[in-house]
């Protein structure tokens, strides 16, 4: 069974202050590692997929990599609009259903 | 593009009660999945619909929740009787392919009392 773990699960920063959240995952056969933004009140909002070990992407202040394990959401220099819960999600090679982590609400304070 | 439409947004009812939520997913999605989550926790997949056929429902407690898809296009999802437990936000999310990531709608805000 997929297993997906995040840390830590609240996270509080000043603006500016860099920082990464942790995505540890079990799958049989991995497809892709999506992470999603949830503001409150709404569904989640695609950030990125990556789909190998080595692979990186960005946008704006994140940056999402991923290794055999883990994937890690690395956020430079945040600002208090980047506050939201962050999700990280695996999909196996075998289907298309995606099993999300518990998340990590992140608050940055100006 | 219009994205992933759920109604209602809120529903409170009591305990043993029926409800039903509605979804229209984006234009030209094939592939249909109904969420459940449950506060400070992440979404667990319901079921998943292939056009109009169900692709994954073994998550789904068969004994109280139902959904369907007609002509592949909009769904329900409803559950009868309600427990306290269902009390939850249900997310659509609807992708063009199994290659893509998904978009989720806002939800339907379930408290069961």
């Known amino acids: 069974e997929d297993q997906v773990t995040q840390s830590p699960e609240a996270l509080r920063l000043q603006e500016g202050e860099s920082s990464s959240l942790n995505c540890s995952y079990t799958v049989s056969g991995l497809r892709g590692l999506f992470w999603y933004r949830q503001d409150p009140g709404k569904g989640p909002e695609f950030l990125f997929t990556l789909y190998s070990a080595g692979e990186e992407k960005e946008k704006e202040r994140l940056k999402a990599t991923l290794t055999k394990k883990e994937s890690f959401l690395h956020i430079t220099a945040p600002k208090p609009e980047d506050s939201a819960t962050y999700l990280c999600?695996?999909?196996?090679?075998?289907?298309?259903?995606?099993?999300f982590g518990e998340g990590t609400q992140l608050t940055v304070n100006p | 593009e219009a994205g992933v439409a759920q109604s209602p947004r809120y529903k409170i009812i009591e305990k043993r009660q029926s409800v039903a939520f509605w979804c229209n997913p984006i234009s030209g999605h094939a592939t249909l999945y109904w969420y459940q989550q449950i506060l400070g926790q992440g979404p667990k997949l319901l079921i998943q619909f292939q056009n109009n056929g169900v692709v994954d429902d073994s998550q789904l407690p068969k004994d109280r929740f139902s959904a369907e898809r007609l002509k592949g296009v909009d769904s329900t999802l409803k559950i009868q009787p309600a427990k306290l437990e269902d009390s939850a936000v249900y997310l659509c999310?609807?992708?063009?392919?199994?290659?893509?990531?998904?978009?989720f709608g806002s939800g339907t805000r379930l408290t069961v009392v």
């Open positions: 999600a695996v999909q196996e090679t075998s289907g298309s259903r995606l099993t």
């Open positions: 999310a609807s992708s063009s392919g199994q290659n893509y990531g998904y978009t």
